[in-house]
């Protein structure tokens, strides 16, 4: 039924129902401001430039059907409506620089492994194209601590952790006397050293851990065991030790663009 009226002899047609614009906190919700909201919806408000730099660095990367995006093609991570061609996104496995992304679908086991190989080889990478004396640099003061002094640190709790907490093995310790965090530096000692020991201890932590359960328990003595009791479980040291490599890569970020400006996930 068309409702209508007579003015001056003409009828008048029906409203045309307006499209429901997008609620203004839209983009907030992606972690953009207002303002930036605003001029991206003036530009292209669907188009995947628009989005891209609110996804996680794992997802700005992704191409549609397995290649470049072509014109006019939506992928399946930025388009509400994906077509069927363009509806398949190919995971990548490794970033751009080669770490191994974790899987996003894995066991428990997996998962925890995945990520602590992740935020090892990050630590490597904050190395990475830096000479020795760059690597000895504390450049965020007050802090003393350096590059060099965050690989040789790491070593030693592999080392802890995994050998002498969990396996039970009795470890002679890596770091001078007086020296039990491994941050201090010595002169003969370079980098190239310092990894092949950090990475040794890598190894052996594998060693330790290839056969044992989530479930299984290592002994505890001293002041941790002060804190968290007789035993502890791998799976907690493995969240541990993610933890701790990634408390410890973010002050590896901090150093390392403070000395180059090299900056990066």
Not at 23 to 33: D, E, I, K
Not at 74 to 93: D, F, H, I, N, Y
């Amino acid at each position: 039924m068309v409702l209508h009226r007579r003015v001056t002899g003409r009828r008048l047609r029906p409203p045309v129902p307006l499209r429901r614009a997008r609620p203004a906190h839209y983009g907030v919700m992606l972690g953009r401001s207002l303002p930036a909201v605003a001029a991206d919806r003036r530009a292209s408000p669907w188009a995947p430039s628009s989005l891209s730099s609110s996804l996680p660095f794992f997802l700005s990367s992704f191409r549609p059907c397995g290649g470049a995006p072509a014109q006019g093609c939506r992928s399946a991570v930025l388009s509400r409506r994906p077509s069927t061609a363009c509806a398949k996104v190919r995971r990548m496995e490794t970033t751009p620089d080669g770490r191994r992304i974790p899987p996003p679908q894995a066991d428990e086991r997996a998962m925890l492994e995945a990520w602590l190989d992740f935020h090892r080889d990050t630590l490597a990478l904050k190395c990475a194209g830096l000479d020795d004396r760059r690597l000895r640099l504390a450049s965020v003061a007050p802090s003393s601590m350096s590059l060099l002094g965050l690989v040789q640190h790491m070593a030693i709790v592999e080392r802890n952790w995994f050998q002498r907490v969990f396996a039970g093995q009795d470890m002679p310790p890596l770091s001078e006397a007086g020296d039990k965090d491994g941050f201090t530096l010595a002169p003969d000692r370079g980098i190239d050293e310092a990894l092949a020991l950090w990475r040794a201890e890598i190894d052996r932590s594998r060693e330790a851990t290839a056969a044992a359960s989530l479930d299984d328990t290592g002994k505890l003595s001293g002041r941790e065991a002060e804190y968290l009791g007789g035993q502890v479980s791998l799976r907690w040291i493995l969240v541990h030790m993610i933890e701790e490599y990634a408390r410890h890569n973010g002050h590896a970020d901090l150093i390392r663009e403070s000395i180059d400006g090299t900056t990066g996930p």
